[in-house]
């Protein structure tokens, strides 16, 4: 019971150290979540920005030739179309590693469920364990009294027997002193008859 209750609490101590990794692998997996939010919202601020140069860049070319004009503007259109294009690259790759992140988040929570439940079942088996321990002892506890007041029955019967031996001595002695008495009153009254 000893050896039960130990391994109990082992296990109790593993699956309160994996709870508490798991905790911690959640908490990793939520900071990790909130720096792909922020670059995605930083993404989402570059393509706002590269749209008003573009925007800005159109109204200058209001104010130079018809071809000046045009050779800023493709030029603008196109460095706002790549900038446009980098940054839903990069708002895709936010958003992938944020469903990852979240994923991750998921997988933590039900592993943390799971090891709490694992800390519980090992709870229960180690009061389980010292119940048994507690119950052992109560019939070790009374055994040694039924085995102590046994042995003093047998003490007392012993005494009894003792006194029951001396009593039948005693009377045996009587017994053979009353015949002495009476052969010798016996053998007074021939002698007196005589």
Do not use: G
Request: glycine share 0%.
């Amino acid at each position: 019971a000893a050896l039960k209750e130990k391994v109990a609490r082992q296990e109790a101590e593993r699956a309160e150290l994996a709870k508490r990794e798991a905790i911690e692998r959640e908490k990793f997996a939520r900071a990790e979540a909130q720096a792909k939010e922020e670059a995605a919202k930083r993404a989402a601020e570059l393509e706002t920005e590269a749209k008003r140069q573009a925007a800005e860049t159109q109204a200058i070319a209001n104010d130079k030739t018809v071809a000046i004009a045009k050779d800023l503007i493709a030029k603008k259109q196109a460095d706002a179309q790549a900038q446009v294009s980098l940054q839903t690259r990069l708002a895709d790759e936010a958003d992938r590693v944020a469903r990852q992140a979240a994923e991750k988040e998921k997988l933590a929570q039900a592993e943390t469920a799971k090891k709490e439940k694992a800390a519980e079942v090992a709870l229960a088996k180690q009061k389980e364990a010292e119940a048994e321990v507690v119950a052992k002892e109560e019939e070790q506890k009374k055994a040694s009294e039924a085995e102590a007041q046994a042995k003093q029955e047998q003490m007392a019967k012993k005494e009894e027997a003792e006194a029951a031996a001396n009593k039948e001595r005693l009377a045996k002695t009587e017994s053979k002193t009353a015949e002495a008495a009476k052969a010798k009153a016996e053998s007074t009254a021939d002698a007196a008859n005589a």
